[in-house]
């Protein structure tokens, strides 16, 4: 049984799990995107050429690269997983009792890959036969389930902690289902045999893209509108009783960017050094979280983020790098995810090609950048980091 896991940022990537985006991309139109979190229409062609050369680039460093909807699709070979995914796609109260016992029987007749493509790219009023007050009160075009385009960050439904998964509770009620996809294929995939889960999508919001791995032991967790207080101390908790962390550090991140993951903000790109957004260094803080002998939560008072992660993490000081010598470049480049870099090693790092400041400052303090296009596949407003779910680190 291969061990999997991660204890830090920037050890030698192994394996690492994507998503390559399908269908659910050609479903957002501008009535929708909005509320399935896009800025924009993705050419879905173009995002898959980009997208495969992410993963080539990825490979051509020694990764190896799986796919969600491969495993999933493996995964929905088992009859109690697909009577899982069955059960939990249909499990709303939009349906309506006919027509829910008309997709559950028509679910489940289903092949494995068919499924798959039903509940990540959704399905229209119009693809059912089946005819009842709720279908015909709908819209031709209105979604009976959802497409799921963020399925793309697979980052942000699960984390791994040594070698036990956090699956995670993601906010946004258009990203609801993709915990219960990742959870299925970590629950039920034989590769993930006998891997321990924590946290769940039932528990407080807790979001991977706000988790940071800064040293062995020692975890950053943004706070804000996707992971809430609770999340945090849930999730804090955990990893501290389950000596999965020695200290969790919670990040505050301001009211009026509540919405932005840690990860836009601040990722590693060495063992003592950080590229971040500098509009926003300076504001911020950490609260370090650690366990009493009694098995309590010890939590200290609030210092600058980079004080207490170096006090954390053992180090004399966690070094920081720029994304722009002048705020309007560096809120450019954060806009673009010049800070959302993912670090294959020490000092090598997958970045958005179009971030030409963020990426010439970072080669020179010498990291050296692999850098990719992302055109199209920054449309949904996430990087490198954020398409990318680490399974294995040294």
Known sequence: MTTWGASSEVGRLRTVL???????LARLTPRNNDSLLFDGIPWLGRAQDEHDAFAQALRDHDVEVLYLVELLTETLEQA????????????????????RRYLVAALSDLAPADLAAVVTAGLRNDEVAHRSIVTSLLRPDDFLVDPLPNLLFTRDSSVWLLDRVAVTSLAMPARVRETQLT???????????????????????????DVLL???GVVAVGVGERT???GFERFAA???????AESVLAVPIAQERATMHLDTIVTMVDVDTVVIYP???????????????DGSLSVAPERS??????DAMGIERLHRIDTGLDPVTAEREQWDDGNNTLAIDARLAVAYERNEQTNARLEEHGIEVVAISGSELGSGRGGPRCMSCPVLRD
């Open 18 to 24: 994507l998503h390559r985006p399908g269908q659910e």
């Open 80 to 99: 109690d997983a697909r009577a899982e995914i069955v059960e939990s796609t249909t499990s709303t109260l939009h349906l309506g009792d006919s027509l």
């Open 183 to 209: 959870g299925l294929v970590y629950a039920h995939h034989p590769r993930f045999a006998g891997v321990e889960r924590v946290h769940g999508p039932h528990l407080e919001h807790l979001e991977g893209g």
């Open 214 to 216: 800064l040293a062995p």
């Open 228 to 230: 809430t207080p609770a």
């Open 238 to 244: 955990t990893a501290l009783r389950a000596g999965l």
């Open 279 to 293: 509009n926003m260094a300076d504001e911020l803080r950490a609260l370090a979280v650690t366990l009493d002998a």
């Open 305 to 310: 983020f980079f004080d207490a992660a170096a």
